[in-house]
Nanobody, 125 residues
Framework: VQLQASGGGLVHAGDSLRLSCAAS?????????MAWFRQAPGKEREFVAA????????YHADSVKGRFSISRDSAKNTVYLQMNSLKPEDTAVYYC??????????????????WGQGTQVTVSS
């Protein structure tokens, strides 16, 4: 399994970005949940959003609710993070993650076995 994250960049406060995470996974295998985490310099990695593959249920951190939205294209095995109304405090390296089975602790980084390489998002004021 490989996860390839892309779409980061340097933007101004109030702008939008869409991150993509393309997954390479074996035939007949599917994920239970895919998620986005972020890590700012000097801070711990934090949960941003998750999407349960089977039910389509989505979960978002309180800090991004109403601004960020996680979605997927199942045909492409790709999950997206649409980020609107970006703030300087959203600046971080964003990572996509996946696990083969759903976990109620979808917000915990240690629950995920597969990780992408990270993409930098920088929001200037």
């Amino acid at each position: 399994v490989q996860l390839q994250a892309s779409g980061g960049g340097l933007v101004h406060a109030g702008d939008s970005l869409r991150l993509s995470c393309a997954a390479s996974i074996g035939t007949g295998v599917s994920f239970g949940v895919m998620a986005w985490f972020r890590q700012a310099p000097g801070k711990e990695r934090e949960f941003v959003a998750a999407r349960r593959w089977g039910t389509g249920s989505t979960y978002h951190a309180d800090s991004v609710k109403g601004r960020f939205s996680i979605s997927r294209d199942s045909a492409k095995n790709t999950v997206y993070l649409q980020m609107n109304s970006l703030k300087p405090e959203d600046t971080a390296v964003y990572y996509c993650a996946a696990r083969l089975h759903y976990s109620i602790a979808y917000y915990a980084a240690e629950q995920y076995y597969y990780w992408g390489q990270g993409t930098q998002v920088t929001v200037s004021s």
